[in-house]
């Protein structure tokens, strides 16, 4: 069973540039979440997805982040414009359902806003 | 608020020993209880799932244990191995979303 991809695994940008995380979750898990996390601290939910339905994005720093997930299936995850504070480990995960079904996480995209 | 803490935040024993790492959570409404294992810039790696409803889970020489009524969760490590250093990261799962902890940084010594 392929796990859930991420590209890319390194990006390096000035800030004020713009940069996009693309996710593909494992295939028929309906639900998808993007975590960001910091050097030295536990991922923290940024946005999850029912389908292409947004279900949670609280913490989402709506200004100058925003999520899609067309169809459904991949989604992709943008920032415009990047903070020095927007480095970061970025994280896909999936998973069947809410609930309480199991999470498959990617390897993450490592931000370096300089 | 539902939070999740985990302690050691760092642990360093020698090749063999058997260990235990904490994590404990404020809110006892879970859904499940998962551990992670996450290696220096890399992703998580899932290692156990306990539901709700269970009381521990066993792969390999790992065993999680959880009791929703206290708000924790231990996970054993039997004859440690310097294969398992790593971060281990433990996730509450709330029904919504999982809510983290901020990991214990395992160095096993050969």
């Known amino acids: 069973e392929a796990g859930v991809a991420q590209s890319p695994r390194y990006k390096i940008i000035e800030k004020r540039q713009s940069v996009a995380f693309w996710c593909n979750p494992i295939?028929?898990?309906?639900?998808l979440y993007w975590y960001q996390q910091i050097l030295g601290q536990g991922p923290k939910l940024l946005i999850q997805?029912?389908?292409?339905?947004?279900?949670?994005d609280s913490q989402l720093p709506k200004d100058r982040f925003s999520a899609e997930r067309l169809k459904g299936v991949d989604s992709t995850l943008k920032i415009q414009p990047a903070k020095l504070e927007d480095s970061a480990v970025y994280l896909c995960?999936?998973?069947?359902?809410?609930?309480?079904?199991?999470?498959?996480f990617g390897q993450g995209t490592r931000l370096t806003v300089v | 608020k539902q939070e999740v803490t985990q302690i050691p935040a760092a642990l360093s024993v020698p090749e063999g020993e058997n260990l235990v790492l904490n994590c404990s959570f404020t809110d006892s409404a879970i859904y499940n209880l998962q551990w992670f294992r996450q290696d220096p810039g890399k992703g998580l790696t899932s290692l156990l799932l306990i539901q709700s409803s269970q009381r521990e889970q066993t792969s390999g020489r790992l065993n999680a244990s959880l009791d929703k009524s206290s708000g924790r969760s231990t996970l054993y490590i039997a004859a440690s191995q310097p294969g398992d250093s790593a971060t281990y990261l433990c996730?509450?799962?709330?029904?919504?979303?999982?809510?983290f902890g901020p990991g214990t940084r395992l160095s096993v010594l050969p």
């Open positions: 295939s028929g898990h309906a639900t």
């Open positions: 996730a509450v799962n709330y029904g919504q979303n999982f809510v």
């Open positions: 997805f029912q389908n292409n339905g947004v279900v949670d």
């Open positions: 995960a999936s998973s069947l359902a809410g609930g309480n079904t199991e999470a498959f």
